[in-house]
């Protein structure tokens, strides 16, 4: 089976990768593709939330959307080093949903990894917009993965006075 595992350069987005290795057995896959989509004539970079500290980010003055993108999916791709089976890594440019879903049919594609809410504030509450495309028109299963939830904030205590 060929999986692909879609990257937006979140941490959640590596999360995802790191769930679907928490259960999935490496005997029953061939091949894991790791995936990354830039956006053409995007006003805001591709974000690298995975690119080490020392590492400038993406800006538009670089024009390194490619670089910024190779960097997340070499991260992503890395979780599976020595897991068993073969990794690719593709850049592809369009829409993101529209370029998963489109690897997916390529690939002839068993399962489709995506992270949901990777960017945003509203992560915790909605699936995101990519997500639930990816959801709603592959040509395969997908999983999802959500962001694990926030441990509730530790009531302040009050002074008195």
Same mark, same amino acid.
């Given at each position: 089976?060929?999986?692909?595992?879609?990257?937006?350069?979140?941490?959640?987005?590596?999360?995802?990768?790191?769930?679907?290795?928490?259960?999935?057995? &490496?005997?029953?896959?061939?091949t894991v593709s790791v995936v990354?989509?830039?956006? #053409?004539?995007?006003?805001?970079?591709f974000a690298n939330d995975l690119? #080490?500290?020392?590492? #400038? $980010?993406?800006?538009?003055d670089s024009l390194s959307f490619?670089?910024?993108?190779?960097?997340?999916?070499?991260?992503?791709?890395?979780?599976?080093?020595?897991?068993?089976?073969? /990794?690719?890594?593709?850049?592809?440019?369009?829409?993101?949903?529209?370029?998963?879903?489109?690897?997916?049919?390529?690939?002839?594609?068993?399962?489709? /990894? /995506?992270?949901?809410?990777? $960017?945003?504030?509203?992560?915790?509450?909605?699936?995101?917009?990519?997500?639930?495309?990816?959801?709603?028109?592959?040509?395969? &299963?997908?999983? /999802?993965?959500? &962001?694990?939830? $926030? &441990? #509730?904030?530790?009531? $302040?205590?009050?002074?008195?006075?």
């Open positions: 089976m060929h999986v692909i595992v879609a990257t937006d350069g979140s941490r959640q987005s590596l999360a995802a990768a790191r769930q679907l290795k928490s259960f999935a057995d &490496p005997a029953k896959i061939t990354a989509v830039i956006r #053409p004539l995007a006003a805001v970079a690119a #080490p500290k020392d590492k #400038p $980010r993406a800006d538009l490619r670089d910024a993108a190779e960097s997340a999916v070499a991260v992503v791709a890395q979780e599976f080093d020595g897991w068993g089976p073969k /990794v690719q890594t593709r850049i592809r440019s369009g829409s993101p949903a529209s370029e998963i879903i489109k690897a997916a049919k390529l690939y002839d594609a068993g399962l489709v /990894v /995506v992270a949901a809410g990777g $960017r945003g504030l509203s992560d915790t509450v909605l699936l995101g917009s990519t997500a639930q495309r990816v959801q709603h028109s592959a040509p395969c &299963p997908v999983l /999802v993965v959500r &962001p694990a939830p $926030r &441990p #509730p904030k530790a009531p $302040r205590a009050r002074r008195k006075s």
